[in-house]
């Protein structure tokens, strides 16, 4: 299994037999607060790297969730619009967004690894 | 130290504060608190459409219901009780005498379509008070139909891309302040525009040069607030305006601030094409707790063919009302004429001030709130170096390691007996803190304010972040768990509803 | 100044702590030729008793409903308020409050809200509805754009009974927004056929109902028709008291119901303010503009009420907001729950059918004037009479009498000859004998004078 890889609007990505899976960091959900409401892309849909494929909301704030690499929806998890709490509790587990079948690997190429995503959130304060 | 928690009472009631349950759970079958005739019999001519199913209201008595309001109201804060320092929001006391006007026979019973020979007096109200917008601001034309700021706003972003399409073009950007109120973009939006914000400089205002850099032949014209929303007043709005009309552009003014500078200064002077007023801060008109608003706008000579319709002329022979139009008009924006309540309310409040007691307004507001700045900057960190306009801003520095976030404070205030300030907007400053006093609050209240402010401040620095956390204590309700209303979503009275949530 | 409690003494005390020499030194950041050296040029404060005598002057010149009979609809409706409903609006809490957006000290406000908003559900048949917005034309644009964003479509079909104001407020919108709009053309029998205007790119059709003209229609087939092609059907209400005595538009299978909330609890005031209602499924609640209030608990585990779903609003979504609305129409909304409050189901549903009769009597005595008809079968409290010359000629000679007799369909169909002669007649319960009997004698010698 590859290691994940992030983007600037602080989603995450991990990639196994050219399918990621995606959701938001850790430092995402702690800066939304507590989610209420996900909406999720449909299956089948074709998403372009940065472009908004999903929504999530919380309170105070709505936010788009980008696509970190462009290819198709393949699997969307499917519990987590009735429990968008996971979201807060398991960002880099349960509270997964969707999978993607990548059209262009070379996409990855594009994103931060752990210690670059790590270094990128300590520049924002 | 926290308090113990009161003790419990029977009723829940406790003093004054009574509790009082929704009117669905005081129904009565056949109960009402009207006495109507008995309908004369016959058949009806309902094409079949007579309604098969009760409705499901409850029936109440006319004690029930009195009883039932007044309680609600007891829950309420409002301007009658004490200050309520909402930035840009402009809280002044609301007159009574506007009400009594509001309600003449003659004014409140009018009907929309009479004939024009029937209405005369309205229309030359209307009229009388397009003419104090139009010189207080020093604008040649006024549209008069918004229904409220957000929806003039509107008006004079359609205005604007009319004008721009009457030229031939197509531009499809419109440049907005990261200060500005959340309706600015939305509006844009609204109109097909695409938004680019614009940052503030370190001084608080918009930053020109990042502003000329973003003009071109694509930018519709720039949404600017002024006083902006920090409580600053544009030093560079005339330069502002004349680099976006030198690129083809137009300038809206968002006037929610004008409280600051009306019969001071003039907005036409400084540039603008359209402005929105809003008469429910400005004008006095009450804010009855989220509306009704109105949202006249001043147009320039550019932009005044454009206005919507209707429209009142003033004639060799009277008054008349344009709702069809053959010239340029975008269109209509509202059922009717507009909010004429609120006209006559407003019109009331200039002709009590006049001219000289709006000049002494808007100055008691920039000296309210910059004594206001002035008493708080040593414990509560003012945003930007003063002197301010009708507003002070302050940022959450001073709370920096206490534990107490703006939003504790804010709700320590209400055990104080505030409602807070406005928070977390705009959100050009961390944490912000805007306070707008307006002219209607004494030197006694203000002090009274500043006391109790001071002595929060202190008590978070010493360390007190447990009770601000908990905070309010002694309000009708503790803090309410918006999550699981936005999670959970319940939002009407169903029958046979689980009445106790905390039984999930 | 009565208005203003700072005194010289106060002022000179404030400017010592601020530092400053005067309030005028404060305006330093106004480039001085923009500062107005003089108060402007307009009239000097007045005492209250002026002001009354200038308001008083105006009011004098107009002819007020409530003293003439009158018989004008039209989209606004004089019913009567209950005396208790102005002085509740007026206590202080409620008149100078704010948006309820600090919960813990405007439950007031919160709890009428949801309790409004319950009402609105309850009279449409619909399960949910906002807290309000400024009136039924600009609520039914609103509708229209959802009903776009729901079906990622961008054309609607309306009704050409539809009234005309809501029609241009949409017109507006459609402009600017780049959907398209396809209209029908007015049919005072109420007979158009929409089903037949449907297509795949239709995101929803608006009909009305008491349409216009005052015609009642069952728009359940049309309903279904919509569904069948994805699209949703709208039904714009403009007489709420209506929905006492007719079915709503909730079991004809309506996905938006917008209305003018204006004819419960709030007075005529020359057309504004009003009220617009919003209801709709509540699948779709997430695509509805305006503020909804929710219900849930507080720290002690009370129940309590707050404003929700917030994040779909102009101050949190900003350019991507479902409407720019803000300021809503929160007092009227107050006066329409009260109203409705004191009606209950058995007087909202006595009101409705005392409405009803009332018009039925009256419509007869006026179809049977010699040269006049009436055109609806159906109808609830106010009808399309036809006259034997313009309505608009005969209503200035009427109001020349001091009766206001209806509103001629020209005023809002200037460009339709066929329709000069169409004079719109709304009957409530505040038409009484003496008023009918000065009608049908008005409209007799008038219309062959």
Request: glycine share 10%.
């Amino acid at each position: 299994m590859s290691g994940l890889k992030y983007t600037k609007e602080h989603e995450w990505i991990s990639v196994e037999g050219g399918v990621g899976t995606v959701g938001i960091t850790p430092f995402a959900q702690e800066q939304l607060g507590d989610v209420v409401f996900v909406e999720l892309p449909e299956v089948g849909r074709k998403a372009e790297q940065g472009k908004e494929i999903a929504v999530v909301e919380s309170v105070k704030a709505a936010s788009e969730i980008y696509a970190p690499v462009s290819g198709e929806i393949v699997e969307i998890n499917k519990g987590l619009p009735d429990t968008p709490a996971t979201v807060n509790s398991d960002p880099l587990g349960n509270g997964w967004f969707f999978k993607i079948k990548l059209t262009d690997a070379g996409q990855l190429g594009n994103l931060m690894d752990e210690a670059a995503y790590k270094s990128f959130c300590e520049g924002l304060h | 130290m926290v308090d113990q928690p009161p003790q419990p009472t029977f009723t829940g009631n406790r003093g004054l504060v009574i509790e009082e349950p929704l009117i669905f759970e005081q129904d009565m079958a056949g109960r009402t608190g009207v006495d109507l005739p008995e309908p004369a019999k016959g058949a009806d001519r309902l094409g079949g459409l007579r309604r098969k199913a009760a409705i499901g209201l409850p029936g109440l008595a006319e004690p029930q219901v009195v009883r039932h309001y007044t309680r609600l109201s007891q829950k309420n804060y409002a301007i009658d009780m004490g200050i309520y320092p909402l930035g840009s929001c402009t809280m002044k006391h609301n007159p009574r005498l506007n009400e009594k006007m509001a309600r003449l026979p003659g004014l409140g019973d009018l009907h929309p379509l009479q004939p024009i020979s029937t209405v005369q007096g309205a229309l030359e109200l209307i009229d009388r008070l397009a003419h104090w917008l139009k010189t207080l601001t020093g604008m040649p034309a006024v549209a008069m139909s918004p229904g409220a700021g957000a929806h003039g706003e509107l008006c004079g972003v359609m205005a604007i891309r009319a004008a721009i399409e009457h030229r031939g073009e197509k531009r499809h950007r419109i440049l907005v302040p990261e200060s500005a109120h959340g309706t600015n973009p939305a509006t844009a939006a609204a109109c097909g525009f695409e938004v680019e914000a614009i940052p503030a400089d370190d001084r608080g205002r918009v930053d020109f040069a990042a502003m000329q850099a973003k003009l071109g032949p694509d930018v519709a014209g720039i949404m600017i607030t002024n006083p902006n929303t920090c409580g600053l007043f544009e030093n560079d709005f005339a330069r502002i305006a004349e680099a976006v009309h030198a690129a083809g552009g137009y300038v809206y003014g968002d006037g929610a601030n004008f409280n600051a500078i009306v019969g001071r200064v003039r907005p036409g002077d400084l540039g603008v094409d359209c402005m929105h007023i809003n008469l429910h801060k400005t004008f006095s008109t009450p804010h009855g707790g989220g509306g009704p608003g109105s949202g006249p706008v001043v147009l320039s000579a550019a932009l005044a063919p454009f206005a919507p319709i209707p429209y009142v002329v003033h004639g060799a022979d009277g008054f008349r009302l344009v709702e069809h139009d053959d010239g340029e008009s975008f269109g209509r924006l509202k059922g009717f004429h507009g909010q004429m309540g609120m006209f006559i309310r407003a019109l009331t409040y200039m002709l009590s001030h006049g001219a000289d007691g709006l000049r002494q307004a808007s100055g008691d507001a920039v000296l309210n709130a910059n004594y206001l700045m002035a008493s708080l900057a040593d414990e509560i960190t003012p945003a930007f170096d003063g002197p301010c306009m009708h507003e002070a801003l302050f940022d959450d520095r001073f709370l920096k390691d206490t534990g107490v976030t703006t939003l504790d404070f804010a709700k320590a205030m209400i055990d104080e007996g505030f409602h807070p300030m406005t928070m977390y907007f705009p959100l050009v400053v961390h944490g912000a803190l805007l306070m707008e006093p307006t002219e209607t609050e004494s030197k006694d209240s203000l002090d009274q304010f500043i006391g109790a402010l001071r002595d929060l401040a202190r008590r978070a620095k010493a360390g007190e972040a447990a009770a601000f956390q908990e905070a309010p204590r002694l309000a009708p309700r503790r803090r309410l768990d918006e999550t699981t209303a936005a999670r959970r979503p319940v939002l009407r009275w169903h029958p046979g509803n689980a009445q106790n949530r905390a039984a999930e | 100044m009565r208005y203003l409690p700072l005194t010289e003494v106060d002022r000179r005390a404030m400017l010592a702590r601020i530092g400053v020499p005067s309030i005028e030194s404060l305006y330093r950041d106004v480039p001085e030729f923009a500062r107005l050296a003089e108060p402007v040029e307009l009239p000097a404060h007045l005492g209250e008793l002026g002001v009354e005598r200038e308001i008083g002057a105006l009011a004098a010149k107009n002819i007020g409903c409530a003293s003439v009979p009158s018989f004008l609809g039209a989209g606004a409706y004089r019913h009567h308020v209950p005396a208790a409903v102005d002085h509740l609006i007026q206590r202080g809490e409620f008149l100078t409050s704010y948006t309820p957006y600090q919960p813990e000290i405007t439950q007031g406000t919160l709890q009428y809200l949801f309790e409004f908003q319950t009402q609105i559900c309850l009279i449409t048949g619909m399960e949910v509805a906002n807290a309000s917005m400024y009136d039924g034309a600009t609520a039914t644009a609103e509708a229209v754009m959802m009903a776009n964003r729901v079906t990622r479509r961008k054309r609607a079909v309306l009704s050409g009974n539809l009234h005309p104001h809501y029609r241009e407020v949409t017109e507006t919108h459609a402009r600017f927004l780049d959907f398209h709009l396809a209209l029908g053309a007015p049919d005072p029998a109420g007979a158009e056929d929409l089903i037949s205007r449907i297509d795949a790119d239709t995101s929803c059709v608006v009909v009305q109902n008491p349409d216009f003209f005052g015609n009642l229609r069952d728009w359940r087939a049309l309903g279904e028709a919509c569904h069948k092609a994805g699209a949703l059907l709208i039904v714009v209400v403009t007489e709420p008291v209506s929905l006492g005595l007719v079915e709503p538009p909730g079991a004809m299978g309506a996905d938006i119901v917008t209305a003018e909330g204006q004819p419960i609890g709030n007075a005529l005031t020359f057309g504004g303010p009003y009220v617009g209602l919003f209801a709709a499924r509540e699948k779709y609640v997430r695509q509805m503009p305006g503020r909804l209030v929710g219900e849930t608990l507080d720290a002690d585990g009370k129940r309590g009420w707050v404003l929700t779903l917030s994040t779909r609003e102009q101050h949190i979504r900003r350019e991507k907001a479902t409407s720019n609305i803000c300021t809503n129409s929160g007092l009227c909304a107050l006066a329409f729950t009260i109203h409705l409050t004191l009606l209950g189901e058995a007087g909202f549903t006595r009101l409705a059918e005392i409405n009803h009769r009332t018009a039925v009597g009256l419509a007869e005595r006026l179809g049977a004037l010699p040269g006049c008809r009436v055109v609806n079968a159906s109808f609830f409290n106010e009808f399309t009479l036809v006259l034997p010359k313009p309505a608009a000629e005969v209503v200035e000679a009427l109001a020349k009498r001091r009766i206001l007799a209806g509103v001629p369909v020209s005023r809002l169909h200037p460009n339709r000859p066929e329709l000069a002669n169409h004079l719109l007649v709304a009957v409530t319960e505040c038409a009484s004998e003496s008023d009918q009997d000065a009608l049908v004698a008005g409209l007799k010698e008038t219309v062959h004078g």
